[in-house]
């Protein structure tokens, strides 16, 4: 088992940054990429972001150039999501996943979310 904490959502009006905080406890060693997904209302959750347990980073077409996934140099299972130059469509609640290898395959672990409003 894996628990995921998020923190740093909040209010930020367009153009602004915000950074997003996610820790992950329990089975850690089992985790093979930690990552970002947002679901706003009325649409499906989508992926926003990964971190791979070699330091690889992946992100949506959307956020490139404006989001950069990193993690703690002294505990890399604490991983992070700086959110530059937002936007209204940006507002959604954020969930870190945790994939985590098990003996029946790939597992997923999700945190409890955190909302992100970008209005003016």
């Known amino acids: 088992q894996v628990q995921l904490v998020e923190s740093g959502g909040g209010l930020v009006q367009p153009g602004g940054d915000l950074r997003l905080s996610c820790s992950a406890s329990g089975a850690i060693t089992t985790i093979t990429s930690m990552n970002w997904y947002r679901q706003a209302p009325g649409k499906q959750r989508e992926f926003v972001a990964r971190?791979?347990?070699?330091?690889?980073?992946?992100y949506a077409d959307s956020v490139k150039d404006r989001f950069t996934i990193s993690r703690n140099n002294a505990d890399k299972y604490t991983v992070y999501l700086q959110m530059n130059v937002l936007k209204p469509e940006d507002t959604a609640v954020y969930y870190c996943?945790?994939?985590?290898?098990?003996?029946?395959?790939?597992?997923?672990?999700w945190g409890q979310g955190t909302q992100v409003t970008v209005s003016s």
């Open positions: 996943n945790a994939v985590c290898d098990s003996y029946t395959g790939p597992t997923n672990y």
């Open positions: 971190i791979t347990r070699s330091g690889i980073t992946d």
